[in-house]
């Protein structure tokens, strides 16, 4: 049935706030964003079109691909070891003998409503290489302290490693919503034809579970390439640039060099970047789900 | 109706806004006083100084201007986007660390016509260097508050169990290296010394005294390309990596937000500790019962410290100059510079006059927020180096340039690469200069466009 004309007319005036809101705060900087990335801008003199020139230097800049390859790193340590530790935890606490389910839940998703930046302020303190716990516990055992931040070898995984603890609930969570939305009859139908837990978990469980874990990479791709807090607060980008990541170099190219025009060219490309990765993501999920079907 | 009611709410609104905006600008109104806006970052107990005794005494002298106060957390973005959209303070605190490259890029106004005119203020009460800081192509771009200086802290109780003298002005490199190896101590012998002889923010932060200590300098003499791959240098950082033993890997991080190496002091398991004159009065607050002094940074060809300095600026897009330039002479007055040390004594004043005075030795602190000073031999062992650095000229501002960013990192990587890889300080210094000047280049290159096409 096609609305009146005032119903439509009134429709438009409920999502006007928010509308307004999202046009202004949302789509204007993005535009304006990619308008200033064919820009020299530095936020004091006005800015002076310089066409594609951004874009050219960002060809040629070798820090924009060092940085940018120090994210992927960021994101292959978080993401796979993510999702394992999410998958296994969701499961276990799926299963109905687990006692304290509720308050386990809640454990789990504590780290991820609690600001990031503090976050990392308490975890630079436990991976403090004199007074650390971290330290002090291996010391417990005999093994030298290590310098989970200051080691180049160390620091980006240690990085990940906090980034892991603290995204680790939200994965659980879209894991247990997944797991409870397949039909206790696909199981029972499973264990009638002689499935035992792992047959069925690789069978039945795992294939079912495909739209949740694409949600799940979608969003750790897309949140892994903006990581910024914890290297910030962590590690500044040290030791020897292995943690500096590409959201870092673009801040410093915005706020410490003034280079707001090259840093919005940065921004586009990042943005081109995810969105390439998540097309791709999608496409490989799409098939991975024609084929079950 | 209720559609009606809306528009009218959003028109109303909407000229609220643009009422709010033309009083941001600070547009002048004959039958109004001047209003002023001024920022400034810091602790929030700082305010008090600004709201409590600064602002009700410069309105009480000028009844013809009212100022509106500002504390700004993020204090740079704050105030560069500020600027960018056109309603920056009128007076605005800024510091030679961050400030040179907005100074370079317009955000000031030049301030020699109101230094040197009639309502002036005397250039020669203030500490010289100061000037130099605050000079670019010939003109001042603001008027010196204070002066930070890096010096040694040290713990009196460890000195004293090891039989040592405390550390003064004469102290050399070899003291220092002494004195770190002397008083580390791991009574367990499980290789994690329980105290440790020297320790601080390993890094380009703490590397920049040791440079001028032996000769070095950090620009040349147009500030606009780094020299930071001299023989001196080299030398700087070739001792500063034998000052760092296995255990001490405490990075430098200016944003540990406080959970740096000053804890492990505070704590008493350091005995010596590199920071700036800032620190005193957080590490007395913080640990009472804790013993310690504050001695001069050791000597190398010569001896020498490196400073900052905060400072007041009139934003270009002032509509007040003539106002804002009275509250600028007020903030940076004798009476208000002594005031300023005697509560906070985070930096000595940047008049000589304020801090040859007698108020300079009487620091009362901030009631219940910051402590005081309680006596004269008290003041001597915190404070007393402070007036030896200064009347001798043994501190530098020299690093502080409109590139200090792009400097700081590329020596940040040259440090890391020492300390961390056994890299050659050659090595890594001629790299971080190649790095540096490289990049200064292309910011020239395309700072020149900018001014082409936007003046």
Not at chain 1, 217 to 225: K, Y
Not at chain 2, 152 to 157: A, E, G, I
Not at chain 2, 217 to 224: A, I, L, R, V
Request: charged share 20%; aromatic share 12%; proline share 6%.
């Amino acid at each position: 049935m096609k609305p009146r004309r005032n119903q439509a007319a009134w429709g438009w005036e409920f999502i006007a706030p928010a509308l307004l809101l999202i046009g202004l705060f949302v789509v204007v900087p993005c535009v304006w964003g990619i308008g200033l990335s064919f820009t020299q801008y530095d936020a004091i003199a006005p800015a002076r079109f310089i066409g594609v020139g951004n874009y050219s230097r960002l060809r040629e800049d070798p820090l924009v691909w060092s940085t940018l390859m120090n994210t992927a790193i960021y994101v292959l340590l978080t993401l796979p070891t993510s999702l394992a530790l999410a998958l296994l935890i969701a499961t276990a606490l799926h299963q109905k003998w687990f006692v304290g389910r509720s308050f386990a839940r809640g454990i789990y998703f504590l780290p991820n409503v609690t600001s990031l930046a503090a976050v990392a302020f308490v975890w630079e303190w436990l991976l403090n290489p004199e007074y650390g716990l971290a330290n002090a516990g291996l010391r417990g055992l005999g093994i030298p302290g290590l310098g989970w931040l200051s080691d180049p070898e160390l620091a980006m995984p240690s990085v990940a490693a906090v980034g892991v603890w603290h995204g680790l609930g939200f994965g659980v969570l879209i894991y247990l919503a997944g797991l409870r939305s397949i039909p206790e009859e696909v199981h029972e139908a499973a264990k009638i034809d002689g499935a035992g837990f792992w047959q069925g978990f690789r069978s039945v469980t795992w294939p079912l579970l495909t739209p949740t874990t694409m949600f799940l990479t979608i969003m750790g791709v897309i949140g892994g390439f903006q990581v910024f807090q914890s290297v910030y607060i962590m590690t500044g980008g040290g030791p020897l640039d292995r943690t500096r990541v590409y959201l870092y170099y673009l801040w410093q190219s915005a706020f410490q060099n003034l280079e707001m025009g090259y840093a919005s060219a940065m921004a586009v490309l990042l943005f081109v970047i995810v969105m390439v990765l998540t097309l791709v993501q999608r496409r490989f999920y799409d098939r991975r789900l024609q084929a079950w079907q | 109706m209720i559609r009606i009611l809306t528009l009218a709410a959003l028109a109303l609104l909407l000229v609220r806004i643009a009422f709010v905006a033309t009083q941001a600008k600070g547009v002048v109104r004959s039958d109004r006083p001047v209003e002023l806006e001024m920022s400034v970052w810091g602790m929030p107990w700082e305010n008090d100084l600004y709201t409590k005794i600064y602002i009700p005494e410069f309105e009480r002298q000028n009844p013809d201007i009212k100022v509106r106060f500002h504390h700004f957390e993020d204090y740079g973005n704050r105030i560069l986007l500020s600027h960018a959209g056109g309603i920056a303070p009128d007076v605005i605190r800024q510091n030679l660390d961050f400030s040179m490259g907005w100074i370079r890029r317009g955000m000031n106004l030049p301030l020699d016509r109101y230094i040197d005119g009639p309502d002036g203020i005397d250039r020669k009460d203030f500490i010289p260097i100061l000037w130099d800081g605050l000079r670019f192509e010939g003109k001042t771009y603001g008027v010196p508050q204070d002066i930070n200086i890096l010096a040694l802290f040290y713990n009196k109780d460890l000195f004293d169990r090891a039989g040592m003298a405390y550390p003064d002005e004469n102290w050399t490199w070899s003291d220092l290296k002494r004195a770190n190896e002397r008083l580390t101590q791991d009574a367990d012998g499980d290789g994690h010394p329980d105290v440790i002889g020297l320790d601080f923010a390993w890094g380009s932060f703490t590397f920049r005294p040791f440079v001028y200590q032996a000769g070095g300098k950090f620009w040349n003499e147009d500030g606009d390309r780094t020299v930071i791959d001299s023989p001196e240098s080299i030398e700087a950082l070739a001792f500063y990596r034998t000052l760092m033993q296995k255990y001490t890997l405490t990075r430098s991080n200016s944003q540990r937000g406080g959970l740096g190496p000053d804890k492990f002091f505070e704590a008493g398991k350091v005995a010596i500790y590199v920071d700036g004159s800032w620190r005193t009065p957080s590490l007395k607050k913080n640990a009472p019962k804790l013993r310690f002094g504050v001695a001069p940074m050791p000597r190398g060809k010569k001896p020498m410290s490196v400073s900052s300095s905060c400072f007041w600026a009139v934003s270009s897009q002032t509509k007040n100059p003539e106002a804002a330039w009275k509250l600028v002479k007020f903030l940076s007055s004798k009476e208000a510079l002594e005031k300023y040390w005697q509560y906070l004594w985070v930096a000595p004043p940047a008049r000589w006059s304020a801090l040859r005075s007698p108020a300079f030795r009487q620091v009362t602190g901030a009631e219940g927020k910051i402590p005081g000073i309680e006596s004269p031999e008290e003041f001597g062992e915190k404070c007393g180096w402070i007036p030896k650095v200064l009347e001798n000229g043994w501190t530098s501002v020299e690093i502080c340039s409109p590139y200090t960013d792009r400097l700081m990192l590329h020596m940040g990587e040259a440090v890391d690469r020492a300390l961390l890889e056994n890299g050659d300080p050659s090595a890594v210094l001629k790299e971080a200069a190649r790095k540096t000047n490289r990049q200064i280049e292309e910011s020239k290159r395309a700072e020149a466009l900018v001014r082409r096409g936007g003046r």
